[in-house]
């Protein structure tokens, strides 16, 4: 089932993504800080929504248009005071058919699994504002992820097709690792 092929071929790019984004939000001292970071959350989802938007419509993903999107994002920039002008520059991969944007869809909404763990951190770090993003779905995300994984899966009936997803979700995670600039050798 491509819900558990797409897990495990993506572990590694996950945790590459994983990485930066730790070590940007373990640098992040301030408001203005942790919009800076929001603003590269927002220039790359809103690209590649913009991307997949062909491909994902009302009759393929039901409750689409209620899902977090970029818009919370831009919304807790604002609410930190910032705007979102002056964005990272961002590349996605080329999306050309449903299955290819139900891939890049699965990295956007597994991205809110880790949500809760990032609100943690902003926390620790006295970071409280701007959070909507990551709060994500609260106590419907595991429906809301069941719901999408299966529309996924339903997509997916062939080893081929499988593939196709997967390359498209690994090219989504490295392209969004590519706007968090390149990982230090030294850390
Ligand atoms: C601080 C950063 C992050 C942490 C700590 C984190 C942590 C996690 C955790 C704990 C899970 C759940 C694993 C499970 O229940 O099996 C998860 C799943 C996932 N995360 Fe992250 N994550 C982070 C950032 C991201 C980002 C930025 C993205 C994508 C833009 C992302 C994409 C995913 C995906 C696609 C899944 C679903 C895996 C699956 O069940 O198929 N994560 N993450």
Same mark, same amino acid.
Request: charged share 20%.
């Given at each position: ?19 930066? &984004? ?11 800080? =942790? ?8 220039? =790359? ?18 409750? =689409? ?40 869809? =699965? ?23 701007? &959070? ?56």
């Amino acid at each position: 089932m491509l819900s558990t092929s797409i897990k495990d071929a993506t572990k590694e790019a996950h945790l590459e993504l994983e990485k930066k &984004v730790v070590k940007k939000l373990k640098d992040i001292r301030s408001d203005a800080g =942790y919009a800076d970071f929001l603003k590269h959350f927002y220039a =790359y989802f809103n690209h590649v929504e913009q991307a997949i938007s062909p491909f994902i419509t009302t009759e393929l993903l039901p409750d =689409y248009q209620e899902r977090r999107n970029s818009a919370y994002l831009k919304r807790d920039i604002e609410e930190l005071g910032a705007d979102v002008h002056g964005l990272p520059d961002t590349t996605v991969p080329e999306i050309t058919n449903i299955l290819q944007a139900l891939g890049a869809l =699965y990295v956007m909404e597994g991205s809110i699994m880790g949500g809760p763990i990032i609100v943690k951190m902003l926390e620790k770090g006295g970071i409280t504002k701007g &959070v909507s993003f990551f709060s994500g779905y609260g106590e419907a995300t595991g429906q809301k992820w069941g719901t999408f994984v299966g529309v996924m899966n339903a997509q997916a009936g062939t080893e081929t097709e499988e593939a196709i997803a997967i390359q498209s979700a690994n090219d989504t995670f490295s392209h969004f690792s590519e706007v968090f600039g390149p990982v230090s050798v030294v850390s």
